[in-house]
């Protein structure tokens, strides 16, 4: 593709290495209770198992509504993520503005079936009232090489929902040499992903610092060579709010401040939120308290 020797692979081994470890020193720095706070309102509140239902989405929803009544110095989260079938009952129980509803769409989490399903299932969770779209890229297609075809798709999925929001997910796991992953983010970014996403957290490893160091500076290039803000969303595993800080300061390294807020950084996660709860707690009481509000 001819866009793709634009960008340079930024990194060697050793400089990798290096770019980790300062993001993970530098993190402790920002572990405190201010920073935690902001995190929490880049969650996306997320459920994505065999077993969800109607009931169990409206239950989260209900959560969300009466969240800051519970906790008023906290931001509420950025968006629930739920499966397709369910959008809807999240449309209708979600009664406060500014939460966003994201589905993941388009043969989710395999992305193993035909482009006209992914097209229609984006299209029907839009219409059922989603604002925000998480795809998969044809894992099995970009390790054989076939690019174009990976591009293709992404760009067929944004024409279908237009300006709606469509976060495009590596599976980093799965790509295992760095250079991969930087090459699956300039390929989803051109294709006109609004969020490049780490992983499913159905393969492990999920999220890693390698990963989104990789990803952020993808990022960064590509922002550098067509002035375009493509966000960015870690996801699986991320479950304790060290964990959390550590993508948050990979952001601000390279992105900047501009970067720090809900439009272009989000975390995705099922567990973070309590333990967020708990860690602030902690830090301002000195008493680990037992939270288990989500």
């Known amino acids: 593709m001819e866009f793709s020797s634009k960008y340079i692979y930024p990194f060697s081994i050793l400089g990798l290495d290096a770019k980790v470890k300062e993001a993970i020193d530098e993190s402790e720095q920002n572990y405190k209770v201010e920073i935690l706070k902001k995190v929490f309102g880049l969650i996306d509140l997320t459920t994505l198992n065999s077993t969800d239902t109607k009931a169990k989405v409206k239950e989260m929803c ?18 629930l993520c739920v499966y397709p079938s369910l959008v809807a009952t999240a449309k209708e129980s979600l009664s406060i503005n500014g939460i966003g509803i994201a589905s ?10 035909f482009l006209d399903v992914k097209t229609l299932e984006s299209k029907m969770a839009i219409d059922n009232g989603a604002s925000e779209i998480d795809i998969v890229i044809s894992i099995g297609e970009f390790l054989s090489g076939n690019f174009q075809f990976v591009y293709d798709e992404i760009a067929a999925i944004k024409a279908v929902i237009g300006k709606k929001h469509l976060k495009v997910i590596l599976e980093t796991g799965a790509l295992i040499d760095p250079f991969k992953i930087w090459e699956a983010s300039i390929v989803a970014m051109n294709a006109g ?40 969303k ?8 060290h964990d959390a800080v550590i993508y948050y300061t990979i952001v601000k390294q390279s992105l900047g401040e501009e970067w720090l807020n809900s439009e272009y950084f989000r975390i995705g996660a099922s567990s973070l939120a309590n333990s967020l709860l708990c860690e602030v707690g902690f830090l301002e009481s000195g008493i680990m308290p037992e939270i288990t509000y989500f």
């Open 104 to 113: 993941v769409a388009a043969g989710f989490p395999s992305s193993q079936t």
């Open 62 to 79: 209900f959560k969300v509504n009466g969240f800051q009544k519970e906790f008023p110095s906290f931001p509420n989260v950025a968006a």
């Open 193 to 232: 992903a609004d969020f490049i996403k780490t992983s499913t957290g159905k393969i492990q490893p999920a999220a890693t610092v390698q990963a989104a160091v990789v990803m952020v500076e993808a990022i960064k290039q590509f922002n550098k060579m067509t002035g375009k803000k493509v966000g960015f």
């Open 234 to 241: 870690p996801a699986g595993g991320i479950s304790k709010g």
